[in-house]
């Protein structure tokens, strides 16, 4: 199998991110409470609209703690994709410095302004293209086969409102996130901590990952898992094309 992510900056890269804590919980705080009060508008805005509850669907609460709640959640899932995003902006900046020093090497320089400026625009266009998939194709095909699927069976569709947002919001919270590997990966092949040759050799395992990843990320269920972890394993394999096309040249 290979090794796949040496030792030594797998080592440097975790002291790093121990080093950055008390940062990434103070972004991770912003992130938290400036989505807790849109959050509440991101409510409204689907119990207002069409496009996410099908025809003849009744949404329902059954406590009063559920907007709460569901608040609370949504806030915590943006303060993951901001802590994330920085995560990957950090390495992009310091990560020549980070895995020299772990490789006992000569110390690394910092990436120029305009290396860390494509990543940041890559990270948040990524993540834009992630929503955009969810608003355009997951939610609206998999609240309409839900939907369908209970009609079918004779079922009343009643959706109750904590199940029904907590739904939606994973669904874009995992594209959100999970369209950011292909870039990680691109970072990891840049400072040559993973090679190609390594991720041709455990393509297998890397296919297994991504959909583990897009199972935990997704709402439990497989079809949920299989259109998030796809599009994420799409991205991968153009990923890996695009880092041998600009190292050929």
């Keep these: 199998m290979g090794d796949l992510l040496p030792r030594a900056e797998l080592r440097g890269l975790i002291g790093h991110l121990r080093s950055r804590v008390l940062l990434l919980v103070a972004i991770f705080g912003v992130g938290f409470i400036g989505g807790y009060p849109l959050a509440g508008?991101?409510?409204?805005?689907?119990l207002d609209s069409s496009d996410y509850r099908?025809?003849?669907v009744e949404v329902i609460i059954l406590h009063p703690m559920e907007a709460v709640l569901l608040r609370l959640r949504i806030g915590f899932q943006l303060g993951v994709i901001i802590s994330g995003i920085f995560v990957i902006c950090d390495i992009s900046w310091n990560g020549k410095k980070i895995f020299a020093k772990a490789k006992r090497s000569d110390m690394g320089a910092r990436s120029s302004i305009?290396?860390?400026?494509?990543?940041?625009?890559?990270?948040?266009s990524l993540a834009i293209?992630?929503?955009?998939?969810?608003?355009?194709?997951l939610v609206p095909l998999l609240l309409d086969y839900l939907s369908e699927d209970a009609s079918a069976?004779?079922?009343?569709?009643?959706?109750?409102?904590?199940?029904?947002?907590?739904?939606v919001s994973g669904l874009y919270f995992a594209s959100i996130?999970?369209?950011?590997?292909?870039?990680?990966?691109?970072?990891l092949l840049r400072y040559e901590i993973v090679s190609g040759d390594g991720i041709r050799k455990n393509r297998g395992a890397l296919w297994f990952l991504g959909m583990a990843f897009g199972a935990f990320l997704s709402p439990p269920d497989p079809l949920s898992m299989?259109?998030?972890?796809?599009?994420?394993?799409?991205?991968?394999?153009?990923a890996l094309i695009f880092n041998s096309l600009t190292r050929s040249q």
């Design 114 to 124: 305009g290396e860390f400026a494509i990543v940041l625009i890559s990270a948040f």
């Design 226 to 238: 299989f259109l998030v972890a796809g599009p994420v394993l799409v991205l991968i394999e153009l």
């Design 153 to 167: 069976a004779n079922l009343s569709s009643t959706w109750q409102l904590q199940s029904w947002v907590g739904f």
């Design 177 to 187: 996130f999970g369209f950011q590997v292909p870039l990680i990966i691109l970072l």
């Design 41 to 46: 508008r991101a409510i409204e805005i689907l």
């Design 129 to 137: 293209l992630g929503a955009l998939y969810s608003h355009e194709v």
């Design 54 to 56: 099908p025809d003849g």
